[in-house]
């Protein structure tokens, strides 16, 4: 709940839609574990954090085939590339008008959906630490 998340753009602009869109439920997420959480499908995944040094919590939602919104704070528009949908951080309008996108249009969620899977590819682990290792060992 710290500020630069930026949660209370989050929630105005989930209260512009929420009356057009009543199955639609808003979740919020964080460091405490949350057994109901676990169980609860996403139908895509908002991140409007106003500054983050890497962002793990977009990559990790790519990674669970969830299409992505984001704000461009910090390196998450060099993170994310063009394979999540981007927010003004500072309008809820522009948020709840690209929420209101993936929920009326499927075909451009999917879109997200596999453009966001096959991109967090490049950030495995494994692959990871394989190129830290062959760096190490041509010095």
């Keep these: 709940m710290k500020p630069h998340k930026n949660l209370g753009v989050l929630i105005e602009a989930f209260s512009l839609i929420k009356d057009r869109f009543p199955d639609i439920r808003l979740v919020l997420a964080g460091v405490e574990p949350d057994r109901a959480f676990k169980k609860a499908a ?80 490049r950030f495995r682990w494994g692959k990871t630490i394989g190129e830290y290792i062959s760096v190490l060992i041509d010095k």
């Design 42 to 121: 996403a139908e895509f995944f908002v991140f409007p954090s106003l500054y983050e040094g890497f962002g793990f919590p977009p990559l990790e939602a790519m990674a669970r085939k969830k299409a992505v919104i984001s704000s461009p704070g910090g390196s998450l528009r060099e993170t994310l590339g063009d394979n999540a949908l981007f927010f003004s951080p500072d309008s809820a309008e522009d948020l709840a008008e690209k929420i209101t996108l993936f929920i009326e249009n499927e075909g451009k969620k999917g879109d997200y959906e596999t453009k966001g899977f096959d991109h967090c590819q």
